[in-house]
């Protein structure tokens, strides 16, 4: 196998930065072009390169990291939905509720409700539940 030339490393290495950003700061705003000041390309030039690397758009990257945390407040909090929302960082109760449903295949209520009645251990939950892109 042919090592990986220096262009190509460098590429990744600037995805991962932006990609571990937006886990650090998932509930913050963030757009293509701050992600692309992050990992120091063009707006354009990072959105191809981020799903050409990840397989996502960094959009739907940075909806399902939310989702994710999401879960786990849903699982793990007594917070509303609605708190939850916005703690995780969505701006509305509308596009948090179908942003979960497409990723999660349910709504956080009904999430909410199975995962009160599966009493299993933690690490479980996450591994079977864990959202797909």
């Known amino acids: 196998m042919g090592a990986v030339s220096r262009t190509v490393e460098e590429t990744n290495r600037r995805m991962l930065r932006a990609r571990d950003a937006m886990d650090r700061a998932y509930a913050q705003p963030l757009?293509?072009?701050?992600?692309?000041?992050?990992a120091h390309v063009s707006p354009a030039h990072f959105a191809r390169t981020f799903r050409a690397t990840f397989g996502e758009t960094p959009h739907r990257y940075l909806q399902r990291r939310r989702v994710e945390r999401?879960?786990?407040?849903?699982?793990?909090?007594?917070?509303?939905v609605t708190d939850i929302c916005y703690e995780v960082g969505f701006g509305s109760t509308g596009t948090f509720s179908r942003t979960f449903r497409d990723i999660v295949g349910r709504s956080p209520r009904t999430y909410r409700k199975e995962a009160a009645v599966a009493d299993v251990p933690t690490c479980f939950t996450k591994a079977w539940t864990r959202p797909n892109a």
Not at 31 to 38: E, F, H, K, M, T
Not at 72 to 78: A, C, G, Q, V
């Open 31 to 38: 757009d293509v072009p701050a992600l692309a000041r992050i």
């Open 70 to 80: 999401a879960m786990f407040l849903l699982r793990e909090s007594d917070h509303s």
